[in-house]
């Protein structure tokens, strides 16, 4: 079995600060995160993309302009790292199984990947994520506002870059050091 490292992709990959990812430029990756995936992969995890996309139920973006911008999320990446697989949940407010906070998405993933959830980890920026990543049996890590059942926050890491939004260089340190 692998393990992996489950990303949450607005608000952790991507900056969504000011609005919605609806459109391919649209999406604007924080300063590190290439080089912060592609040590990820280097220590043996395998990459996942676990994002809520709830706009496809509101009529926001359809399936066909979110492919196009994953498409962008991996042109933006090349060279340094590909995702085993980017998964999305386009529900928002009908009963869903794969909506985070649910850990269908995780699930799903591990299932078909042969993941081994225990020595892995969910990395979010909404509680959601947390607790989909501890329903799944991963380790989590929180990005922004502290949320104490995190296993790691970044705002508490002594090696995050202060100049950054989001250093995710520093949260795969982070999660290296502990799963040495
Ligand atoms: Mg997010």
Redesign the pocket.
């Known amino acids: 079995m692998k393990k992996a490292i489950f990303f ?5 990959l991507n900056d ?1 600060i000011n609005r919605h990812v609806n459109k391919p430029e649209e999406l604007i990756l924080y300063d590190g995160v290439p080089e912060a995936l592609k040590m990820a992969k280097e220590a043996g995890f395998e990459l996942f993309v676990v994002t809520n996309q709830g706009g496809i139920e509101l009529g926001h973006l359809s399936h066909e302009m979110l492919k196009k911008i994953h498409d962008r999320l991996e042109a933006l990446l090349e060279g340094y790292c590909k995702f085993k697989e980017i998964i999305y949940c386009p529900d928002f407010k009908k009963p869903s199984e794969c909506r985070k906070p649910a850990p269908g998405m995780i699930l799903e993933l591990a299932e078909k990947h042969n993941i081994d959830l225990i020595n892995s980890w969910m990395v ?3 509680d959601t ?1 947390i607790t989909a990543g501890k329903a799944a049996g991963c380790f989590t890590v929180k990005i922004g506002d502290i949320d104490s059942r995190a296993d790691i926050n970044e705002l508490d890491l002594p090696n995050r870059r202060r100049e950054r939004k989001v250093d995710l260089e520093a949260v795969v340190e982070a999660i290296i050091e502990e799963s040495e």
């Open positions: 949450d992709r607005d608000g952790v969504n979010g920026d909404r994520d």
